[in-house]
């Protein structure tokens, strides 16, 4: 019988609590919205509480999808580990050079402002 569950085996326990993020992360999570359920399963693993959903005047749909608040993001993984393991594979991790190049959003390893600081071009 355990066997049935061992696709469980990899997701991580809840945080015991929130912390902050201290330094400048190596990994970024970014949200794919297009793929998201909104069904906020990685809401609860993530150790920053940095995962929210986005506000409903954005799409106007039902059940939006979530976003991550960049600058409080630690990149530990756990979002996507979580959404990979339990739901629909929406959260990929991206280098943080990657993502600020891509997005023109500066991190910084202060947690404000919450989604970063835009990059002149």
Same mark, same amino acid.
């Given at each position: 019988? *355990?066997?049935?569950?061992?696709?469980?085996k990899? #997701?991580?326990?809840?945080?015991e609590?929130? @912390? &902050?993020?201290k330094?400048?992360?190596k990994?970024? *999570?970014?949200?794919?919205?297009? +793929?998201c359920?909104?069904?906020?399963v990685?809401?609860?693993?993530?150790?920053v509480?940095?995962? &929210?959903?986005?506000p409903?005047?954005?799409?106007? #749909?039902?059940?939006?999808?979530? /976003? #991550?608040?960049? +600058? &409080?993001c630690?990149?530990?993984q756990?979002? *996507?580990?979580?959404? @990979? /393991?339990?739901?629909?594979?929406?959260?990929?991790?991206?280098p943080? +050079?990657?993502?600020?190049?891509?997005?023109? #959003?500066?991190? @910084?390893?202060?947690?404000?402002?919450?989604y970063g600081?835009?990059?002149?071009?």
């Amino acid at each position: 019988m *355990a066997q049935i569950y061992d696709h469980y085996k990899n #997701i991580p326990d809840f945080p015991e609590k929130i @912390t &902050e993020k201290k330094k400048k992360p190596k990994l970024m *999570a970014v949200v794919n919205e297009g +793929n998201c359920t909104g069904c906020e399963v990685c809401v609860p693993f993530c150790p920053v509480d940095c995962i &929210e959903k986005v506000p409903r005047e954005k799409y106007d #749909i039902p059940i939006p999808p979530v /976003q #991550i608040r960049f +600058n &409080e993001c630690i990149g530990c993984q756990i979002c *996507a580990r979580v959404c @990979t /393991q339990l739901t629909w594979d929406a959260i990929e991790m991206m280098p943080t +050079n990657k993502f600020e190049e891509k997005y023109g #959003i500066g991190i @910084t390893e202060s947690k404000h402002p919450a989604y970063g600081i835009p990059i002149k071009s």
